[in-house]
């Protein structure tokens, strides 16, 4: 099945510069990358996400960008603000397993003021 | 997300008792999904459901259960809870299968 792994576990960052998470992949069946904002005692939310047909995709701060034959893709944030502190998860998931999401453990996000 | 709610949203338990956690949404999705939360171990899937009748076990099915009542339903039951059941458990839904939307979670400690 697929496995997704994100590194590294805990990312810090001053405010106003840029952060950039990266995961990696195994199944190259997988057509769906989505990234998933939680911050403290709350629910996972969606903030953007990438099929496999595209190479990038922007929304004001955020990025993803997914790099197929090397089966990475990674979310952007340009300057980073206090409250982009959160635990970001990134998944995939693959038509021949049901569409099923596989999240990677996520990484802790911290930005300094 | 007030499109998804469930209920409770903490409940502390004894070994042994039977547990059920409950999902509902008013998004009209027909695929939902339980996942599991422990620290440091992201979001694992115990169940997911396509519609009413269809019902499949995710990578950690063992000692749960659950039931699709309609298709703005899905309930999640523990037959007899363990300590190492203890964790956050929410229930997401999906209109196409892709992008997936989460209620606010369930907090369950099992003494």
């Known amino acids: 099945g697929e496995n997704v792994e994100q590194h590294p576990s805990t990312l810090s960052v001053q405010e106003g510069d840029s952060a950039v998470i990266k995961c990696t992949y195994s199944d190259s069946a997988s057509n769906y990358f989505p990234w998933y904002k939680q911050e403290l005692g709350k629910r996972p939310q969606l903030i953007i996400d990438i099929r496999s047909n595209v190479g990038e995709k922007k929304d004001q701060r955020i990025a993803v960008t997914l790099n197929k034959t090397a089966k990475h893709f990674s979310l952007h944030i340009t300057e980073t603000q206090p409250e982009d502190s959160a635990v970001y998860f990134c998944?995939?998931?693959?038509?021949?397993?049901?569409?099923?999401?596989?999240f990677g453990k996520g990484i802790t996000l911290s930005v300094r003021p | 997300d007030a499109d998804v709610t469930q209920t409770p949203r903490n409940r502390i338990t004894k070994t042994g008792k039977r547990i059920m956690l409950e999902c509902s949404q008013t998004?009209?999705?027909?695929?939902m999904y339980w996942y599991r939360q422990d620290p440091g171990l992201g979001l694992q899937l115990i169940y997911y459901?396509?519609?009413?009748?269809?019902?499949n076990k995710g990578e950690i099915s063992d000692g749960y259960s659950v039931s699709r009542q309609a298709q703005a339903k899905f309930s999640l039951s523990l037959e007899s809870a363990i300590p190492n059941q203890t964790a956050l458990y929410f229930c997401?839904?999906?209109?196409?299968?892709?992008?997936?939307?989460f209620g606010p979670g369930t907090r369950l400690t099992v003494l």
């Open positions: 998004k009209g999705h027909d695929r």
């Open positions: 997401a839904t999906s209109e196409t299968g892709y992008a997936q939307y």
């Open positions: 998944a995939a998931s693959s038509p021949v397993a049901n569409s099923k999401l596989t």
């Open positions: 459901s396509f519609d009413v009748k269809d019902i």
